[in-house]
């Protein structure tokens, strides 16, 4: 049970070169999200899916894409990377339920834009 | 908008104390706030979720409160440990499908 996984864990992109994030989980969980943390901000919503086949827009949605491949998996699109976009992003899941449970966290991808 | 506040932001303590971080939230309908614990370069480890109707959660040496009609939370870290060493995070889950807001954590050292 590897709980939820991230690829790749280091990337170092260009301005305006795109890249996807992939994320998986293996907890048979319905719900899905993407952070960001960036130093002095906290972490920060970009991208959630409730369920398979939704997807809806968080704090920080600009410039990104998500796709909830299936269950198991959500990925993040920079189509056109900036400097701005330079942080380091985590995939979370949890059970969905009228009183949402505990998020698990993937251990994150480290993004620099130069 | 919900707004989460940790203090204090970093704290430096000596082995063996107890202690308490603290978490406050500007909107008390939350459906239930957990606390991570996050190392260097890591991930977010979950410590304790405390639903809503919950007033506390224990593990091990932890101990988490919640006032929710006051908008706060409190971690009690009992007999530290160097290990201990590591940036706290709280966040509040509201209503909704979305995710959690997160406070910017509190950076504690403990000194061997």
């Known amino acids: 049970n590897a709980g939820v996984t991230q690829t790749p864990k280091f990337q170092v992109l260009k301005t305006g070169q795109s890249m996807t994030l992939q994320c998986a989980q293996d907890?048979?969980?319905?719900?899905m999200y993407w952070y960001r943390q960036d130093p002095g901000m906290g972490l920060r919503l970009i991208y959630y899916?409730?369920?398979?086949?939704?997807?809806d827009k968080g704090e920080v949605p600009n410039g990104y894409n998500v796709s909830r491949l299936n269950k198991r998996e959500f990925s993040l699109r920079l189509e056109s990377a900036a400097p701005s976009q330079t942080s380091v992003y985590f995939c979370?899941?949890?059970?969905?339920?009228?009183?949402?449970?505990?998020?698990?966290f993937g251990p994150g991808t480290r993004l620099t834009v130069t | 908008k919900q707004e989460v506040t940790q203090i204090p932001a970093a704290l430096s303590v000596p082995e063996g104390e107890n202690l308490v971080l603290n978490c406050s939230f500007t909107?008390?309908?939350?459906?239930?706030l957990q606390w991570f614990r996050q190392d260097p370069g890591k991930g977010l480890t979950s410590l304790l979720l405390i639903q809503s109707s919950q007033r506390e959660q224990t593990s091990g040496r932890l101990n988490a409160s919640l006032d929710k009609s006051s908008g706060r939370s409190t971690l009690y870290i009992a007999a530290s440990q160097p290990g201990d060493s590591a940036t706290y995070l709280c966040?509040?889950?509201?209503?909704?499908?979305?995710?959690?807001?997160f406070g910017k954590g509190t950076h504690l050292i403990i000194q061997p």
């Open positions: 966040a509040v889950k509201g209503g909704g499908a979305d995710g959690l807001t």
């Open positions: 907890m048979n969980h319905n719900s």
């Open positions: 979370a899941s949890s059970e969905a339920g009228f009183s949402p449970r505990e998020q698990y």
């Open positions: 909107d008390s309908a939350i459906y239930n």
């Open positions: 899916s409730a369920s398979e086949g939704t997807t």
